[in-house]
């Protein structure tokens, strides 16, 4: 008797369900390939044949050990994505979704008619579903990998000098402030550090060129602390408070520990706004589902289950609790996100669109342009400007 093949748990039957599952609803074309890049089930995706097999196996185990789906972009125009099929904590296989251009952009144009992060993260689930993969492994290495990338950063450029505090201070301010935004500390605190890092080591003795740049960052916190609902006299007496010891500073050791009480005390302004109310703990797993979920096409209805109240009522206690609506807290989360990934990737706005949840990249561009007052285009090119110019805004 031949032994049915089979890849770890996964074996002809249950991949024919998976694929048909996947078929009908993204109209994807779904293969699986053993862990040296052999078919094993379904068909090669157009684009990908004997020859260009290597990488499927190396997007398998690229995708262990960054703990991402990774996409590919084949010569043919259409995308691939990796699911790796994973036994004992190691890739056995991978199961590849594959979408051609012709589906994907069906106007020959930048914007994608088929949200394939959507796609790829449903058949990661179905594989979770049937234990072929381990979500919590991919979860803990996706961490691991971006703590390590951070950490490699700023060490990089403060070893080559080539990131001055202020351009330190732009790649990374999107994403602080809308960590200080969704009262997230310890993001906010490690990325403080990173810009204090480069911060010291550029500004050197010079205590007063230090203090003043101080003095912007915790403006614009302070700002942001305010539109996430904080009382805006009790944000104002904190400053002065802040400020007056500022003055007082004569030494480096103290300047730390200052910006970091100051941050603490936002979030602290923060979490208790949001603590006052007896809707905290639903509005706050809301929020949060919605920050872990910016990349899909998630609804209020979604949301509101979420927090386990109606639709109708959710919208309302949302709105009085949070100073602005479902639709423009995600938005605005999604810009942030968006202007984290134009400063720190070379991705095209195309990508860093679907990265962010927007299907089609013209409302992007729109909803972009409302909170950054800028296109993502532009608000790239200053980034690639300031760079050129010694960090120096333009």
Request: charged share 25%; with cysteine; net charge negative.
């Amino acid at each position: 008797m031949i032994d049915e093949p089979h890849i770890g748990l996964l074996g002809r039957t249950m991949f024919e369900t998976i694929r048909l599952e996947c078929e009908q609803k993204w109209g994807a074309v779904l293969s699986a390939f053993d862990n040296d890049g052999g078919l094993v089930f379904g068909i090669y995706p157009p684009g990908v044949n004997q020859r260009t097999r290597s990488v499927i196996c190396l997007h398998a185990h690229e995708g262990v050990r960054w703990g991402e789906v990774p996409f590919d972009l084949l010569p043919d125009g259409g995308m691939i994505w990796v699911v790796p099929v994973i036994t004992n904590q190691r890739p056995s296989g991978a199961v590849v979704g594959y979408i051609g251009k012709e589906a994907l952009f069906p106007n020959d144009d930048d914007n994608p008619a088929i949200d394939v992060h959507a796609a790829a993260q449903e058949l990661l689930g179905l594989l979770e579903e049937e234990n072929l993969t381990n979500v919590s492994l991919l979860e803990l290495r996706r961490t691991s990998h971006m703590s390590e990338r951070r950490r490699a950063e700023a060490i990089h450029a403060v070893k080559t000098h080539s990131l001055d505090f202020r351009n330190a201070y732009i790649r990374e301010e999107p994403a602080l402030m809308a960590a200080i935004r969704r009262g997230d500390r310890e993001e906010a605190r490690w990325l403080l550090n990173s810009i204090l890092v480069v911060l010291h080591f550029q500004a050197g003795d010079n205590l007063g060129l230090v203090k003043s740049f101080f003095l912007e960052i915790v403006t614009l916190m302070c700002r942001t602390a305010v539109e996430s609902g904080c009382d805006s006299m009790e944000i104002l007496g904190n400053n002065y408070e802040a400020f007056t010891e500022l003055s007082r500073i004569t030494s480096d050791d103290e300047l730390g520990p200052w910006l970091h009480d100051m941050l603490e005390r936002l979030i602290d302004a923060i979490h208790s706004r949001r603590n006052d109310s007896p809707m905290a703990p639903q509005l706050q797993s809301a929020v949060a589902y919605m920050h872990d979920n910016l990349h899909l096409d998630i609804s209020r209805d979604e949301v509101a289950a979420v927090a386990h109240l109606s639709p109708a009522h959710f919208s309302r206690v949302f709105k009085k609790e949070m100073l602005e609506s479902f639709t423009d807290l995600l938005n605005r989360m999604r810009v942030d996100r968006a202007a984290e990934l134009l400063a720190n990737t070379p991705r095209s706005l195309a990508m860093i669109a679907l990265d962010c949840g927007f299907k089609d990249q013209s409302y992007f561009t729109k909803v972009f342009r409302k909170y950054m007052r800028q296109t993502p285009r532009g608000y790239r090119l200053r980034l690639g400007s300031a760079r050129g110019q010694g960090g120096k805004r333009t």
